[in-house]
């Protein structure tokens, strides 16, 4: 039926403008069908017959990302951890981190909140609702709902993060504990990509992003403009799906900024990167986070490190609820790839680009797949 105003589902009519107030308002309404409107083409579903039955039984389709341990890559075997960080980058684009250092009651009162944020009712969740994509405030649906043909199974709440004074009185005030509980979780997860861009930026060749005198301007820019940049943290609510084998909850993309910091769900796997040909389910650790490059990243590194196709499965018997930092340069900076990386041998790949340029991209063609970094590349 595509995008008819009014569609069947178990003998009731359901209107167009359902869809948009989002997962969780129509499963609560009672579905045993999943609409039309989610039904992904036979050759994008995710074909739960083998790939359930595999992730069950530990088999092929499971995918044991490298671990890399916070703690150590700040010791004594910084080198050696900095070397594994660049090798998981280049083969899978994601890592597991370990002994992070942030509090687990930090964790488990974000996790608490976000779950709560969602069994609100409606009508309180139907507040902080718009289809801006600029808006630093919002409860969305789907993957980017002004342009998705198909919906996904997949509702969120995001929360612009930088800078706090600026925009923590517009984040949602119930539950009460969200303000701080969240404005908490960003500090920490900030203080955490900053740590870790210096060991990226290591690994590539710039030794630290503090300069160490005035003449060293390079990093003094990278020290500002990654202190300074964009951090958006995003709720995703994917509600058990009744017919989990014909729809996705996040589409294959790989995300726009330079580093995404995810915290999983423990109890409910989900998550596949594409790797080898083949969509693998990542096995989640408890206490860690999955981090992932970012398409700025790709260009900042020159393509040495990739941002890698992801997507998100959901399932028949729970809901599933994880929390992602996305984390890259102000909206006014400009990427280009670092000079140090580019030579004879390794000739410049990308043009310029910026958080702008994304967001312009997105709002009026939509985000699909590497769509955008396709269109940065040079060779």
Known sequence: MGLAAVESNNGHEVEESTY??????????????????????????????????????????NLKLPVIDFAQLQGSNRSQVLEHLADAFEE????????????????????SVGRRFFELPYEERCKYMNLDMRSPVR??????????????????LKLSCHSLPQHLPSWPSNPSDLREVAANYSLKTKFLYLKLMEAILESLGVKEIAPKSM?????DWMAKDLENGSQIVMVNCYPACPEPDLTLGMPPHSDYGMLTLLLQDESVQGLQIHHGGRWLTVEPISNSFVVNVGDHLEIFSNGRFKSVLHRVLVNSSS????????????????????????????????????FASFLNYISSVGHKGKNFLDTRKLT
């Open 215 to 219: 003449e060293d301007q390079e990093n």
């Open 139 to 156: 409860c969305g649906t789907s993957f980017n709902q002004n342009k998705d043909q198909i919906l996904c199974w997949r509702d969120f």
């Open 92 to 111: 899978y684009g994601f890592f597991q981190l370990v002994n992070h250092g942030i509090p687990s009651q930090v964790i488990e009162e974000l996790r």
């Open 319 to 354: 809901t599933r609820i994880s929390f992602a930092s996305l984390h890259s340069l102000s909206l006014d900076s400009t990427v280009r790839p670092l000079p140090k990386l580019i030579d004879e041998a390794n000739p410049r790949r990308y043009k310029d680009t910026d």
């Open 20 to 61: 948009q107030r989002g997962v969780k308002h129509l499963c609560e309404g009672g579905i045993e069908r999943v609409p039309r409107k989610y039904v992904f083409p036979v050759s994008e579903r995710p074909h739960l017959g083998t790939e359930r039955s595999d992730v069950c039984c530990g088999g092929n389709w």
